[in-house]
DNA sequence: GCAAAAGTGTTTCAATTACACCCATGT
DNA sequence: ACATGGGTGTAATTGAAACACTTTTGC
């Protein structure tokens, strides 16, 4: 039915949480590609690639990730489908996911070629629209970390309260009360504590807590955790 | 780069307010394709089509609607693109649309071939995963309708605060409390009183209102409303 | 003992809910 | 007059926010 060719590609926006270079506090990073080819030969460009016939489309981002990082995500959703006419020479229609990695992982990282990894609010200009994606994934991060447990994609299997701040502090870019967030948290059931504490610290050793995905309603979205 | 064929399609749940056969309530229905070819034929389908190579991807939905309903929509938003290798024999990836058409639109309707509406939480077993589809978008539509100003989609330019409360109702099936109702939809200052009443209605001549889009906060979405 | 973060208690303020009651129109 | 929904008032409840205060560790 189709009589001209319309490619199909998968990118994926993969945020991590790492220190600022400057400041030193927990900030949003994700990295990049440097493009070898035009259009906009080198451009930084989100990682991505065709989606293979037999391949499914998160299966598709996965292997993304996995080719460009060497990591496996915690979190992966999809994003948003580009499909404007005049957003590359060639038509293009990209299915975009945004994905989370824990901090155990990141450790793990080994940047593939022409790969390189920013903070995510100061991203240079780049190729196609990816800029607006990029942004747009920053507001969705932003918004959906408020209603959805999805910090924990960011958090290995025991963490403390403090932990879990940190992270809605580092995506939100703004201090929480600890008080008033360790019960809004609490309250939601969906931490239990393992009963071990954080020990050298230097001060009152934290307790540690598990999330329980079980606890939770099912979120609206057709979203793939682990 | 892509070795075999992908087909790309654009498919659309298009919502509409039109009273319940039983209760005579206002109710959610949507248009649905029956197939006239195999796979899945004689079974019922969203209204869709492949994406051709000079649309975009919301112009592709919106030609769809035209052609199966003969309607423009209010509110026309990206709901999910669907790709899972074995949702169909053919390798088909699907970007799916919801869409809100206003009463007097709706009116206007004129049901193509093989097009026919159904109550949108009574549809048959659907072909494909598109019982899925609906279902998601009737979710989407639920959650969506409580933190954005979308029920507007489902009303001409002048309305009563009893007809918004009507769409909240319908879409969310539970009685609001009118007292309490307007005082929230008013509080959004995003409506704006013309002056005139409603006439002709046996009680006190309820205030007309209309929507004033420049005061909401812009929305998190690419959606695309006229 | 002191610093520092963990953790608890309490007060205030805003938003939601429930529901009583008055208002303006057609019949 | 009275039925009907439009529209206003208000008390009770709930939850968010601000912040004082106590606890437990390392040094």
Redesign the pocket.
Known sequence: MTTQRIDLAVSTVIFALRPHPRTGDATLWLPLVRRIREPHEGRWALPGGPLAPDEDLAASARHTLERTTGLAPRHLEQLYSFGAVDRSPERVVSIVYWALVRPDEDARAIDGDNVEWFVADEVPELAFDHSAIVQYALDRLRAKITYSPIAYGFLTDEF???QV?EVYEAVLRRPL????F???VL?THALQATGA?L?????????LYRFDRTQIRPALTFEESR
Chains 1, 2 share one sequence.
């Open positions: 403390t309260l403090a701040r009360d600890p008080a008033n360790r019960r809004q309250a504490h020990t050298g610290t230097s001060h009152r050793p934290p307790a």
